[in-house]
């Protein structure tokens, strides 16, 4: 494993990552809202928030529950990434420019900077995260590349900036399978000599992505998403094992996760039923 200086971001009630601001509704208008895929709304809303890469909101409507959303950018303003996967997800995605939806944060530990050559793996919505720390990466002098995978063509995200390469279960965009079938030869290249590999989306694929990073001695980082229903810490419903994901993560270093026996292993679903994976 290279030696690299890594910067550990924690956030916890007392490192002042969820600072008391991040608990407050704000009204946010949506400027615009574009189709990325055929499931994945984009919405671009009227609210600049400081917020970092790997961070999310609470996001809601009246009269729905709150849902956590990753921040997909914040440049020219906040932008998130919505997949209509459930009743509440359809509704946000729903959204049309001129009417209002309402968000908390930002939440979360980001992803932190670990050297300055960096791989981005991303999955479905996963890759919208993703998205937002390559073009910050970029902007402050990291080479980045990414790999961005999809089961069908139509569920595709947009590129990032710097290199892409694309995989689809069925092959029907870039290249067929899953997108361990890109990573492993990237890894293997030892021109390619990659300083950290970012990764978010299922969490079975972020496993694997993690193993073969830990194979190759890269440092690695993942974004884990459970079901979520409080967002700061206090119902405990997104635990994967003593681990929050809504205040010790979303963001993880990969061996940490792998080092969690419930990672990859089960979720729990809304009522806290424990299901495998
Ligand atoms: C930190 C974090 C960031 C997220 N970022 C995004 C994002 O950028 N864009 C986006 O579209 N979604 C994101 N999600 C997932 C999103 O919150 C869920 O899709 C949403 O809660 C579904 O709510 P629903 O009421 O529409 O559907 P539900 O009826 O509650 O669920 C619909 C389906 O989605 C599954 N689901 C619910 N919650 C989650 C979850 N947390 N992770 C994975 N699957 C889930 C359910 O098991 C079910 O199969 C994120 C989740 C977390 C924890």
């Known amino acids: 494993m290279k030696k690299l200086a ?86 946000l995605s729903e959204t049309k420019a001129g009417e209002y939806i309402f ?28 998205r937002f720390l390559a073009r910050v990466g970029m902007d402050s002098g990291c080479s980045v590349e990414s790999i961005c995978g999809a089961r069908t063509k139509d569920l595709l995200m947009k590129e990032a900036p710097g290199k892409n390469h694309i995989t689809t279960d069925d092959g029907s965009a870039g290249k067929k399978g899953n997108v361990i079938a890109v990573l492993e030869p990237l890894l293997a290249d030892k021109k390619m000599n990659f300083d950290c590999v970012y990764s978010c989306g299922p969490e079975k694929m972020m496993k694997a992505v993690a193993e073969m990073a830990k194979k190759y001695g890269t440092h690695s980082q993942l974004s884990v998403e459970r079901y979520m229903k409080c967002g700061f810490g206090v119902c405990g419903h997104c635990a994967m094992g003593g681990w929050l994901s809504c205040i010790d993560g979303p963001s993880i270093d990969g061996e940490e996760a792998l080092a969690n026996p419930a990672f990859g292993v089960y979720h729990t679903d809304r009522a806290g039923r424990k299901i495998k994976y």
């Open 6 to 91: 890594t910067k550990r971001m924690k956030t916890n009630p007392e490192s002042g990552y969820l600072s008391s601001l991040s608990l407050l509704p704000l009204r946010a208008k949506v400027i615009k809202n574009e189709k990325e895929n055929s499931l994945v709304s984009l919405l671009t809303l009227d609210l600049h928030l400081g917020a970092l890469p790997g961070q999310f909101v609470m996001a809601w409507k009246p009269g729905m529950d709150e849902k956590p959303m990753s921040i997909a950018e914040v440049k020219p303003s906040l932008q998130l990434a919505i997949a209509a996967a459930g009743p509440c997800s359809k509704k």
């Open 103 to 130: 968000v908390r944060g930002p939440l979360g530990k980001p992803f932190w900077p670990v050297g300055k050559k960096w791989l981005m793996v991303g999955g479905g919505y996963g890759f919208a995260p993703l």
